[in-house]
């Protein structure tokens, strides 16, 4: 069955630190790949999509994610996190072909200390 | 580009009313449209995916009698939470897809709480 597992609830960082969401998937095949951002009472912003091509992925807000299809893992990182930054960020998987339903993971949510 | 636009934000109504919700695509044309649900503190779990000109496609467990989607034009998906009770009470968002293949671009949600 196709499943998303994104293994941290919640994770505080520094600002300025570093950060990596890490999501894992189960999928037949090489799915679609998608990172979302959640704010409070808000609908989904996409960070970056990943769909064939270089595995390492540029998006908005100076966020990056990388394709291992051996480790069947699509992590998000940000070189150096802002305050704005905090937010739920959620990993999704997309089947190819007419559906192209997504598959959400639970949910990271990041919390960004002064 | 790719807006979608979703109405109304929040809503509270009594038990046993129906409650119309929309989802329009504002600058492209969206053949298909999906409708989410998201209980506090988890993720979205898809309802149905609305097809233009056809009926939805509903997940497993939901109920298509309970939740009328109707998606009449290209840029419009409609959700009508029919005779809604407490229960039904939760976070509706929707999406839109510009095509096969394209990344689904999202609404604000819209907060439904029925007393």
């Known amino acids: 069955a196709q499943s998303v597992t994104q293994p941290d609830i919640h994770i505080t960082v520094s600002e300025g630190a570093s950060l990596e969401l890490r999501c894992n998937y189960s999928y037949g095949a090489t799915p679609y790949l998608f990172w979302y951002v959640q704010s409070p009472g808000q609908g989904l912003q996409l960070l970056l999509k990943y769909f064939s091509g270089d595995t390492l992925v540029q998006g908005i807000k100076g966020f990056e994610a990388e394709f291992k299809r051996s480790q069947s893992s699509f992590n998000l990182r940000k070189p150096s996190v802002h305050w704005s930054d905090a937010a739920e960020y959620f990993c999704?998987?997309?089947?190819?072909?007419?559906?192209?339903?997504?598959?959400f993971g639970t949910g990271t949510l990041l919390a960004v200390q002064p | 580009g790719a807006v979608v636009s979703q109405h109304p934000s929040w809503v509270i109504c009594k038990s046993g009313t129906s409650v119309k919700i929309e989802c329009r695509s504002l600058?492209?044309?969206?053949?298909?449209m999906f409708w989410y649900r998201q209980f506090p503190k988890q993720s979205l779990m898809l309802m149905a995916t609305s097809n233009e000109g056809s009926k939805a496609t509903y997940e497993q467990g939901v109920e298509k009698d309970k939740f009328l989607i109707n998606h009449a034009s290209l840029t419009l998906s409609t959700l009508t939470v029919t005779s809604a009770h407490p229960e039904d009470s939760s976070f509706y968002i929707c999406s839109a897809r510009p095509q096969e293949g394209q990344p689904q671009h999202f609404g604000d949600g819209t907060r439904l709480s029925i007393l």
């Open positions: 600058d492209f044309q969206a053949t298909t």
């Open positions: 999704a998987v997309g089947a190819r072909g007419a559906t192209n339903k997504l598959i």
